[in-house]
């Protein structure tokens, strides 16, 4: 028997957006999508993100929720360069919410919390 997990993302008509925007933004980052195709509508219906290592898997929910992310499941990436991590807080945070500015904090040099214009709660910190 085998098992494999992964964090799942559903969006509702964004995922193509949202992937492609990742993508852009973060280092390393690539989508892969299963074979013979996965677009609906010119959506990204099923594919998987892969940042450092980390797969998450990302749906397009053909059905409309009354529900969204919610900040209390984020993403949370170490960066060992500064210029890097910048980069993609002003990258993600771009539209979103700020719930913790890029600042020094007691727990580290370089922190932001944030959730970008698609509802992704994201936590990028800087290792030292």
Same mark, same amino acid.
């Given at each position: #028997?085998?098992?494999?997990?992964?964090?799942?993302? #559903?969006?509702? *008509?964004?995922?193509?957006?949202?992937?492609?925007?990742?993508?852009?933004?973060?280092? *390393?980052? %690539?989508?892969? %999508?299963?074979?013979?195709?996965?677009?609906?509508? *010119?959506?990204? !219906?099923?594919?998987?993100?892969?940042?450092?290592?980390?797969?998450? %898997?990302?749906?397009?929910?053909?059905?409309?929720? !009354?529900?969204?992310?919610?900040?209390?499941?984020?993403?949370?990436?170490?960066?060992?360069?500064?210029?890097?991590?910048?980069?993609?807080?002003?990258?993600?945070?771009?539209?979103?919410?700020?719930?913790?500015?890029?600042?020094?904090?007691?727990?580290?040099?370089?922190?932001?919390?944030?959730?970008?214009?698609?509802?992704?709660?994201?936590?990028?910190?800087?290792? %030292?």
């Amino acid at each position: #028997m085998s098992i494999t997990a992964h964090p799942f993302l #559903m969006f509702q *008509g964004e995922a193509a957006a949202a992937l492609a925007l990742y993508e852009a933004s973060i280092p *390393g980052a %690539r989508v892969e %999508r299963p074979a013979g195709g996965t677009d609906s509508g *010119g959506q990204a !219906a099923v594919a998987t993100l892969v940042v450092a290592d980390l797969a998450v %898997r990302i749906f397009d929910s053909p059905v409309k929720h !009354a529900f969204t992310f919610t900040p209390s499941f984020s993403l949370f990436l170490d960066f060992s360069e500064e210029d890097a991590l910048r980069a993609v807080a002003d990258a993600l945070g771009e539209g979103g919410q700020v719930l913790m500015p890029l600042d020094s904090y007691d727990f580290g040099p370089l922190f932001a919390w944030l959730v970008d214009r698609f509802g992704v709660s994201w936590q990028l910190n800087l290792l %030292r």
